[in-house]
C-alpha cells in the first residue's frame, strides 16, 4: 500500500510597506524572522537606507513608486509575496508575544486573523507610558486584498478570528507622528470625498485631528461619526471614550456627561468607559466645590470602583491596560484621600465651634 505524500507545510510571509524607516525596520523584522518562511519589503522611496538594512536582516526588497493610496501599494506587496499566508505589519511594529502561534494557526482553514496591536500613547491620551489595544485584521490568507486609499481594509468573505499575537506599536509617539503631520488628512479627505459621510472615515479624521492636538476640528469628526456609527462596529467604543475626552478638554464638560449618560447603557462592561466617567466627574468637582465632597466626588470613586469591579478587558477595542487596575486604583486612592481630608478639616471645624 503506497503512503500517502506528507501534506506541505502552508508558507508564511511577512509583507510590509516602508519608507524612511532605518529607525525601526531592524526591530520589526527581528521579531518576526524566526516565525515566517519569507519577509518581502517594498519600499516607496527610502532616503535613509532602510532598503539596505533590510536586505542584511534577510528581507526580500522590491521597490515601488508611491501611488499616494495604501491599499494599492499593499496590494502590490501581497501581489509579490505570492505566499499561502501573508502576516502585515508596519516597520514601527513589532511581535511582542505569540509567534509561535503563526505555524499552528495557518494549518488551520482560510479565514483572516486579527492580532492585538498594543500602541503607545503620549501624556495627554493616558498616563505615562500608557498604551491602547486595537484588535486588527493582519494574517490573510492567499487572495485577500485592501480597499481604501487609507486606513484601508482587508476585504473578504472569509470569517475573521482572533489569534493570541501580541504586536507592539511606537508610531503614535511624538517623536514619529512629527513626520507623518499633513500626510493623512489630505488622503482621509479625499477618500471621504469618494464616501461621503462613511462614520469610519470621520472617526479615522477626529482621530487624526486628535494626534494633530487640535480637539475642536477632532470633536466634531467624531459627533459626525458617532451619528452613523452602529452599536455594533467595533469602532464605537474608542469613538465614545475619545468624544467624552474631547468633549471635556474643550470646554464642553456637560455635553460630555450628556453623552456619558446616554452611552452608559452601551458600555456597563468597560472599565476605559467607567474610568474616563470618572475623569470628568473630578472635573465637574473642580469646577463646583461647593458639591464636590457632597455628590461629584463620591460619584467618581464609584466610578473607579466599577473599573475595578469589571477588572482588565483586552478583549475590548481600545482599551488602555490599567483602567480596570493599577490606574482605577491610584484615582481611588487620591480621591479617597481627598474625602478623608476633607471630612477631618469639617470634624475640626465643628470642635472649633
Known sequence: MRKAAPTKAPEI????????????????????????????VLDTGSTDGTPMLAASMGAQVHHMEWPDDFSAARNHALDIADSDWNLVLDA????????????????????????????AVEAEQGPKGASRRNW???????????????????????????????????GYLEDQLARK?????PLLLAELSARPGDPYLLYQLGKDSEMNADL?????????????TASGENWRHGLVIRQMRCLSKTGRL??????????????GKSPDFYFVLGNLLLDKAMIDPARAVQDWL???????EHCLAIGERPDLEGSMPGCGSHLAEHNLAAVRTQMTLHAARHELAQLSN
Not at 143 to 161: D, F, K, M, N, T
Not at 181 to 185: A, D, E, L
Not at 254 to 267: F, I, V
Open 92 to 119: 514601527d511594529e513589532w511581535i511582542i508575544s505569540g509567534g509561535v502561534e503563526l505555524r499552528r494557526w495557518c494549518k488551520g482553514r482560510p479565514r483572516m486573523g486579527k492580532l492585538c496591536v498594543q500602541s
Open 181 to 185: 503631520r499633513g500626510r493623512n488628512g
Open 136 to 170: 486588527m485584521t493582519r494574517l490573510l490568507p492567499r487572495g485577500v486584498r485592501y480597499e481604501g486609499r487609507i486606513h484601508e481594509q482587508a476585504v473578504s468573505p472569509l470569517p475573521r478570528e482572533r489569534i493570541e499575537l501580541q504586536v507592539g506599536h511606537d
Open 216 to 228: 475642536q476640528a477632532a470633536s466634531d469628526y467624531y459627533a459626525q461619526s458617532l451619528t452613523g
Open 298 to 304: 463620591p460619584l467618581a470613586a464609584g466610578a473607579w
Open 254 to 267: 456637560e455635553a460630555a456627561l450628556e453623552l456619558a449618560d446616554a452611552e452608559l447603557p452601551n458600555w
Open 13 to 40: 510571509a511577512l509583507v510590509m510597506i516602508v519608507r524612511d524607516e532605518a529607525r525601526c525596520i531592524a526591530r520589526c523584522l527581528e521579531s518576526v524572522r524566526p516565525h515566517v518562511d519569507r519577509m518581502v
